[in-house]
């Protein structure tokens, strides 16, 4: 394509000049002449040439050999053509019109249409303006599996968007993420393991099989209707938050093979379309997978207990809570207290692990911070002091959250906001209320269960 827009390598135009005579043209389709004769009279063939969209017009026929049945021909029409919106008329368009004239048939069934990749600044990139981003330089810092990731994140068909580096760099360390899951998973399983169906034993185990058969069968169809930066959030946020955050270290304290290695195979499946070189690179040091990753087959349910799920996810809010109160207490590990609670009796190891504790007590009484987790008696031991302290920060905290949620509100309110800022402000201002409503509900429960000592 950008051969044609150069003259010299144009498609011809097949009209020649009486070199005697500049009101006689004639047609001929000698174009790879410059003069020929015609009647005993020299034409010089025009020197221009069509004009580029017409010559990339005929891109998908030509490419092809349709018109020759050559050995392409199969591929034409073709089923998608991604391009630019802003090329819609000057190029789509003459694709449908020529292959409709010489093939008499439109030469794809769908036109997926992006928007432009802005710099930084969110200005047309130009070469006159000095700031063109060269991919090839993105690629040699980050690798490309992190740029294609970084140009997908966030990205809505259509719209114009900011390149942004830091999306880049997101990209770059979900590579490394991809390969310190892969090290421990294939460390833990060894040189001699054998491919088999994945067979759950823990709460764990379960949970993580149905977050996985949910998100692969919600990828493919975001997939199959064109939301692919939706795909990918929810690729990026399955592998990093819930196998590498919740699994992994969960398994660290019972390891299941099958599920393990099923695990890394699903990550890796989902994660391909998005990050196709380092996903094969990986597939390729699986000592029990002897084909392509890019012929697997998509993932398929594995069948779960319901009730152990939910188990785990009961247990994911009570570790959830300690982290968050743990952070915010600000003193490192904590020791846990808990009354008769089964849930707790039954996963002290793991508890302990993916919480961070000290020591986990069970005891007649409780004491200290009780947490806000429902159906569950348990509290971080904790001085009254410290308590105090504690509850003090929580009230502060609460004021500010109430104060943001009143400006963010009357923002809302203002309908010259609404009408003059841009569309996508106002919905971030909608988000940001709704996040901040969201930590005043948190914050109301968890002063709710303080009782001074």
């Not at 200005?123 to 040699?140: C, H, L, R, T, Y």
Request: some cysteine; proline content about 4%.
């Amino acid at each position: 394509w950008n051969l044609s827009r150069q003259i010299p390598w144009g498609i011809p135009i097949p009209a020649f000049q009486n070199a005697d005579d500049h009101n006689d043209w004639i047609f001929d389709s000698r174009v790879d002449q410059p003069s020929i004769e015609v009647n005993g009279k020299t034409y010089h063939r025009e020197e221009d040439t069509f004009d580029t969209w017409f010559s990339s017009g005929q891109w998908p026929y030509i490419t092809t050999g349709y018109l020759e049945g050559g050995d392409l021909a199969k591929f034409y029409p073709l089923s998608v053509m991604e391009t630019g919106y802003d090329i819609l008329f000057p190029w789509v368009s003459r694709m449908i019109m020529l292959g409709l004239y010489r093939t008499d048939t439109v030469p794809f069934k769908h036109v997926y249409l992006h928007g432009l990749v802005l710099d930084e600044h969110g200005q047309k990139m130009s070469k006159s303006k000095g700031n063109v981003i060269n991919p090839q330089e993105a690629v040699k810092e980050y690798g490309s599996d992190a740029l294609r990731m970084g140009l997908l994140a966030g990205r809505s068909p259509g719209i114009n968007q900011a390149f942004s580096t830091g999306s880049v760099i997101a990209g770059r360390n979900f590579a490394n993420k991809l390969w310190n899951i892969s090290r421990f998973i294939e460390d833990k399983l060894g040189d001699n393991y054998k491919d088999r169906a994945p067979k759950p034993e823990t709460a764990a185990d379960h949970w993580i099989l149905d977050r996985l058969n949910k998100a692969s069968s919600k990828i493919g169809t975001l997939i199959e209707t064109w939301r692919f930066a939706e795909a990918y959030e929810l690729m990026y946020h399955t592998i990093w938050d819930d196998v590498a955050d919740w699994y992994i270290e969960s398994s660290k304290t019972h390891t299941n093979p099958s599920v393990l290695a099923y695990v890394l195979e699903a990550s890796l499946t989902i994660a391909h379309p998005f990050a196709p070189f380092v996903t094969e690179t990986i597939w390729q040091t699986l000592a029990w997978e002897k084909t392509l990753l890019i012929t697997a087959t998509w993932p398929k349910p594995v069948k779960v207990a319901a009730s152990k799920v939910k188990l785990f996810a009961e247990l994911q809010e009570l570790v959830s809570e300690i982290r968050v109160v743990s952070t915010a207490l600000g003193q490192g590990k904590q020791a846990l207290v808990y009354a008769q609670d089964d849930l707790i009796t039954d996963n002290i190891e793991l508890v302990c692990h993916l919480a961070q504790l000290k020591r986990i007590e069970k005891a007649e009484k409780g004491r200290g911070l009780r947490l806000a987790v429902a159906k569950h008696e348990a509290w971080l031991d904790i001085d009254a002091k410290t308590l105090h302290t504690h509850q003090e920060k929580l009230e502060a905290r609460l004021k500010e959250t109430r104060e943001d949620i009143t400006r963010l509100e009357s923002r809302l309110q203002n309908k010259g906001y609404l009408e003059k800022a841009p569309k996508e402000v106002v919905e971030q201002t909608r988000t940001q209320l709704e996040d901040q409503k969201t930590i005043e509900q948190r914050l109301m429960r968890e002063l709710a269960v303080i009782k001074p000592i």
